[in-house]
Every structure is written in C-alpha cells, then in structure tokens.
C-alpha cells in the first residue's frame, strides 16, 4: 500500500514537473496570427442588429426601428458599401438577427453609430459589434 502511494505521488510530481517545463519552454504560449491574417481581421468589420421578444413577439416599436436599420444597410449594401448582409431567424417569435460586414472600418463605425442612434430608447433592439457567422 505505501509503494503504491510513493509511485502514485511522483507521478504526480512527474506531471507537475512536465507542466511547468512544457509553459516554460514555450510550447503552451498562443500562436501568434501572421501579418497577412491580422490585416485581414482588422481590414473588416462588423456588427449585428437583433430584435428580441419577451414571450408576445416583437414589439411594434422594436420591429419599426430594426425595419428601418434594415433599409438603411440594404441601401448601403446596393451601393457597395456592405460586403455583406445575412438575415437569421433566431426564434419562434418572430426574433431576428440582421449582420453587416463591411470592408471600410470607417464606414463599419458609421453605420453603427447611426444604428444605435435608431436603436436609442427602444425596447429589446440590440446592436452589437460581433462577427458575422459562416465565414
């Protein structure tokens, strides 16, 4: 019983020992992204519009002011401003999620100002800045 606690401890020891070694030498540090990859992440952006419900569909006023952020980046995407815009369903209810990505970060900064300001004061409408999926 005592030989199987000392066996039982080093390798406890052992792992600890392999850890440390393993952080210390740099094998546990994050990969660093290339300068190509990285201007790719910072030369888009995006942000998503969600309108939300509480258990009785979306409200009126929630769905006019995301109706009309809608317009705004659809405009915005007929004129190349908006490389891309993806509508999801995100509930039963009624709940979506609009998704501009642009290529101009300006722009991107824009837009979203003046989501907000659609946005400002209205129940359950959400703007975030987030990725789009499926990319």
């Given at each position: 019983?005592?030989?199987?606690?000392?066996?039982?401890?080093?390798?406890?020891?052992?792992?600890?020992?392999?850890?440390?070694?393993?952080?210390?030498?740099?094998?546990?540090?994050?990969?660093?992204?290339?300068?190509?990859?990285?201007?790719?992440?910072?030369?888009?952006?995006?942000?998503?519009?969600?309108?939300?419900?509480?258990?009785?569909?979306?409200?009126?006023?929630?769905?006019?002011?995301?109706q009309t952020?809608?317009?705004?980046?659809?405009?915005?995407?007929?004129?190349?401003?908006?490389?891309?815009?993806?509508?999801?369903?995100?509930?039963?209810?009624?709940?979506?999620?609009?998704?501009?990505?642009?290529?101009d970060p300006?722009?991107?900064?824009?837009?979203?100002?003046?989501?907000?300001?659609?946005?400002?004061?209205?129940?359950?409408?959400?703007?975030?800045?987030?990725?789009?999926?499926?990319?």
């Open positions: 019983m005592r030989y199987a606690i000392a066996v039982g401890h080093r390798r406890l020891v052992l792992v600890w020992l392999l850890s440390v070694w393993t952080a210390a030498a740099g094998c546990a540090m994050p990969i660093r992204t290339s300068g190509e990859e990285r201007a790719a992440q910072a030369g888009s952006a995006s942000f998503a519009v969600y309108a939300l419900s509480r258990g009785r569909g979306v409200p009126e006023p929630t769905r006019s002011a995301w952020v809608w317009t705004m980046l659809e405009d915005a995407r007929r004129e190349g401003k908006v490389t891309r815009l993806q509508q999801t369903r995100i509930g039963l209810e009624g709940e979506v999620r609009l998704c501009a990505e642009f290529s300006g722009r991107a900064r824009e837009m979203l100002a003046r989501a907000r300001e659609i946005g400002k004061g209205v129940e359950l409408l959400n703007v975030v800045e987030e990725p789009c999926s499926g990319q």
